[in-house]
């Protein structure tokens, strides 16, 4: 059995960095693409609060995208997100206008919804911002998109970090939910081969049927990896 695992650790250590939902950090940002061209993502420029979000001269607004990830499984993202004010004792400095949004789009890259957050103390340049977006039910892949709608060269405001967690449904009821922790992630796999490899660990066992076969097997690992992956 440990031969025929082989190829599906190969195909675990591929997944992992897709399958968690994506942190921004001067640390970790290779999953985050900023569409201003003149700054690239490094950690200077992030810890530098020089990721910043405005509608341009052109009316084109900056943005920070995600890469894809799974959602399976997860019914709220709650981010916390470290948001910098470059300008704000400018005497154009609007506070209202500096405000962020973030979207939750589907694999092909269409908003499905958003939350905004207006920063609400002026009279600093840190702001320490909370949002939780929901995620649309049935939605398996997507992106993370942050905004400002409302910022200009004056008014806007630099992201220096954004963590995130997951919320998800009751556990065990979700396919693929092995460890019965509410949601869908690069941790069931490991465990589900841990129990078939070693008989160790607990498992629910109807959320590690996830080809519904009837029972935990091998099959069930790449049926799981599938649905991480989004096939």
Partial sequence: MKRTILPIFLALLALT???QLPQFTSDDY????????????SPSTIAGGRVVFYV???GVALTLTSSQFNCQGINKIDTDVIW???????NKFDLDKATLTLVIEDGEGHPLDSVTCVPTTPGISTHYLSLSLP???????ARLRFVSWTGDVISSGGIKSATFTASGTQPGTTTGDV??????????VTILI????NGSGNIQVDAADV?????????????????LLGN
């Fill in 17 to 19: 960095a897709s399958a």
């Fill in 56 to 58: 341009n001269s052109l």
């Fill in 135 to 141: 995620v649309p039910t049935g939605l398996t892949t």
């Fill in 194 to 197: 841990d129990y078939l490899l």
């Fill in 84 to 90: 910098y004010t470059k300008y704000f004792n400018d």
């Fill in 211 to 227: 080809d519904h076969d009837g029972n935990a097997s091998i099959s069930d690992i790449t049926a799981l990896i599938d649905i």
């Fill in 179 to 188: 460890n019965g922790n509410g949601y869908v992630d690069i941790s069931d």
């Fill in 30 to 41: 290779d999953s985050w693409t900023y569409s201003n061209p003149n700054i690239p993502l």
